[in-house]
């Protein structure tokens, strides 16, 4: 079964203005394009105000992971090309914010909870990353 949101046709820059408009009226503070070495939208960094005070995130959107899923999916063609992974990835991502909101405005998990890996620290590391870190640490 391929993965969800493989046909849409909704452009990355639609997505990402939804995205946006979500966020805000979650009472994000600030919210910042992600970019990666080609200029091509990667992710989004937002603050929020925590019950720890403003917290800094970053989401990432890795639009290759989503090209390799459609590609082993064996979907049509004109589903298999970076552009269209692009439109899947950020649709999924902004499907999954939605309910990750949905989870906080029915009090079933605080902001901090479902989104610590993406939480960045003073260094401009996700918990996350600091987490992998550590592991390896550990295993060495």
């Known amino acids: 079964m391929p993965i969800k949101d493989y046909t849409t046709t909704i452009s990355v820059e639609k997505t990402m203005g939804e995205i ?8 994000v503070t600030r919210i910042s394009t992600l970019f990666d070495d080609d200029g091509t939208p990667a992710g989004l ?3 929020m105000r925590t019950a720890y005070g403003p917290r800094d995130f970053e989401l990432p959107v890795r639009t290759s992971g989503v090209l390799a ?4 999916d064996r979907v049509q063609p004109k589903y298999r090309t970076p552009e269209h992974a692009a439109r899947v990835a950020w649709r999924i991502a902004k499907d999954w914010l939605e309910a990750q909101a949905a989870l906080i405005d029915a009090q079933l ?10 939480m960045v620290d003073g260094r401009g590391q996700t918990m996350y990353a600091l987490y992998v870190s550590n592991q390896n640490a550990i295993e060495s």
């Open 109 to 118: 998990a605080t902001l901090d909870e479902v989104m610590l890996p993406y």
């Open 20 to 27: 946006t408009g979500a966020l805000a009226r979650r009472g």
């Open 45 to 47: 960094g937002f603050t």
């Open 69 to 72: 899923a459609l590609e082993a």
